[in-house]
């Protein structure tokens, strides 16, 4: 879609709005009228058992849907374009609409076309916008990818401070928290919105509507208005219920904001409908480790670079059994936290687990069938679900007691002094059911037949016996059809022809002939009896007053069973909706629950060990494996070898920074992601793949590995490559871990050794942060000498009858060179080309041409700018008369090399 179409909502004026009504059929006008108060959605306008898209909508809708454009009558002299979709096929349109980035407005029929008719032939029937479906909102399965969340994100900013406030409708999660421009990415590829609401102000601003472009799903600008505070306040108040915010905390005016805008963009697209959500949640700023979207991304955490889950650790580690439980298991790896309190009790529970393996087993096999109640809940809440949400419900609630009696029963087999974990006890309480949701429960499970309908409205979703009333109305529907079959036997007993009685929903019950048939009817003596209805080509269509008497009869006894049913569907759904809280929380705890139990089963299967975690400079890992590495490799039936990395920040245990060398393909880029991988797991709660691993909490996560992704748009990869690490020299902090692959690789020799040493020397001596850095510069081995706290580590090969074997182990140590002519020759290079190649490598050797003296390099004179010294005009050289005229601003690369040319020439004159 055109995004900056939908930057504006252009106003109507009523004048406007009168003139584009001139000439307009009545059915016309009010689709006009409807579309007017939703200019930026595809209106999709029932019209019978069709949704119609006219004008400009039906251009874009049949172009995107691959539709038939057609006419349908005339406005201001012109044919009217039309599309059209069947209402029961319309979520499978509406789903790929949305997916193209359209918004829909669906607009329904809200009265019966006879009560309409009741008003005089020519009336409309009244229609309305029942929702607006946006990517952010939606609660449909269909239209839902089951293991990814569904995330509505506002971001607004009030005097000087940004918020960003987070919804999911399916959980009824909210929360919120304030925002730097620096840290919004990570907050954003953290939550991976599906639909961004941005105050309009905010957009203007380069860097975020950059960021929100690129990792804020379908972008929806805010007017000014909605933004406001205390506007925003008042519908939060509307849509909690309460009195006041106070209860839930203490929120900025830039929160309230951004919740407001949440609040305020539900109501329009649900229609006023107000769904069940949890109190907001306000976050600290530094709750959850941070990673930024390019770490995110090429660290593969959720999605493999190449695109989609496979190939990515997720995909590698994900053992949950149900939907809501990989949900949980994405936001918690891309969310790791950083309170070691908070990750030790995730990790009691993983452990409580892996010790109980049998009463594991039978916990997951239960998991097995659970349905997904959250969407089965926020469906309902929104007035939108069916009798299969709650069957879905009932289900759910019926397997919670079997999950607290297995988790309860635990420890009567084990030590007496063995208690359960706090997160174990705290979902035992959660999955514990009030008397009301016990009494639901059973009134569900005597309500409910076995397999209900989607629709409540297709009826025959509650049990026999269930309600007297129901059962008179079902009992005279039933018998009614069997006095059909009497009436229609004793018709054809009468006249002695094969006449069938039968049903459409024009006609209601009529009696059908053959064409040929018919015409013995007028000579039957009771002929006055048959009510001529229809004729078709091949058939005649009859009544008769006692089939209408019985007709309508009928007609009333099935209206009446599903009025008494969808009455019944009310109240349960009202139920469903007074305990959303409770339920919500139930949920919460079985998807906790599936996490600890896949957590426990993934680590039992590798051999995965519990970290420990504290406060703390150091990280210390031992016989570490790169779980996705790991896997692949085992597929091709090779193993991998398990690497040691010992960091320490203060330079004590460990190395503060290691550089990592090593021929090309030896294994350097999986060692520096495997120890990053390490820490997202531990912080988030899960076991590690080593032998061993010590950690003192990481507060933020740098990693700067091969070539520029989508983010660099517009930008060569050099440049990405300089922005991400001058991103990553500014914010990482002491406590902060970074992974630098190859920094500088991608310009000249010289510029990159240059580039790579002043970061690495920033990272030891500034930052002091634990860093691994891999580097094909193997000058910079040096540092190791001239550092106090940085090591060589190396990824060993070793040569064979000129063949390149690769150990994957690291040493202390640096690598003696490169072997990238082997590497090559591995590749299939033309024998021809690699044997050139050697030939030119061992000129260059022994030339040592460019070797650089970095023993003589004075170290960190970059650190300590020279004063600069006030020189007379008269008293300044050639070279430094020269350098002042410059704009280096208005240099291209190569001009500036001229001028270095230009400059060295003058020197040389000027000694
Ligand atoms: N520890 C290991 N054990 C076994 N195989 C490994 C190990 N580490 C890496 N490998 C294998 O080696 C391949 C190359 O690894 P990697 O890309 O990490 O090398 P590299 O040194 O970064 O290479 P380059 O310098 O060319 O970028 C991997 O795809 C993997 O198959």
Redesign the pocket.
Known sequence: MDMNASFSTPEITPEELAARLEGATPVIAQYIETKASQPDALLFFRMGDFYEVFFDDAVKAAAALGLALTKRGKYQGEDIPMAGVPAHAAEAYIAKLIRAGFRVAVCDQLEDPAEAKKRGSKSVVKRGIVRIVTPGTLTEDSLLEASGANRLVAISARAGVMALACVELSTGDVECLEVTPESLGSHLSALRPSETLVADRLLGDEAVYGLVKVLGGVIQPQAAALSDPAAGLTRLKRLYGVETLDGFGAFSPAEVSALGLIAAYIDVTQAGKLPVLKAPRRLGAQTFLAIDPSTRASLEIDRAQRGGREGSLIAAIDRTMTSGGSRLLSARLARPLIDPLAINARLDAVEWLIERRGLRQEVRNTLRGLPDMARALSRLGLGRGGPRDLKVIKDCLSHAGGLIQRLQSADRDSSALDTHPAEIMAQITSLTPSEAVEALNYRLGQALVDEPPLMARDGGFIRPNYNANLNAAINLRNDSRQVILQLEAQLQGETGLPLKIKYNGVLGYFIELSAKQAEGIATLPNAAHFIHRQTLANQVRYSTTELIDLDSRIQRAASDALTLELAIFEDLREEVRHLTHELQQMFDAVCGLDVACAAAEWAEDHEATRPVIFDGPLFDAKGA??PV??Q??RSEG??????DCCLDASGQAGARLSLVT?????????????NAILIIMAQAGLYVPAASLKLGVVDRLFSRV?AGDDLAQGRSTFMMEMVETAAILSQATDRSFVIL??IGRGTATFDGLAIAWASAENLHETIKCRALF?T?YHEMSKLEQLLSACENIS?TAKEHNGDLI?L???KKGAADR?YGVQ?AKLAGMPPRVVARARDILERLESENATRLKLDDLPLFASLQPEPVKNVAPQQQSEAEKALLALDPDDLSPREALEVIYRLRNLVKIDA
């Not at 090779?638 to 690497?643: Q, V």
Request: no cysteine; net charge positive.
């Open positions: 494996k790169h590495v790991v692949a490799l090779k193993p991998f070898t398990p690497n090593g021929p090309n393909m030896a294994g350097k880029s999986t060692f520096l992601r495997q091969g692959d190859e891999a094909h990824l690769f994957h182990e690291a490169s590497v």
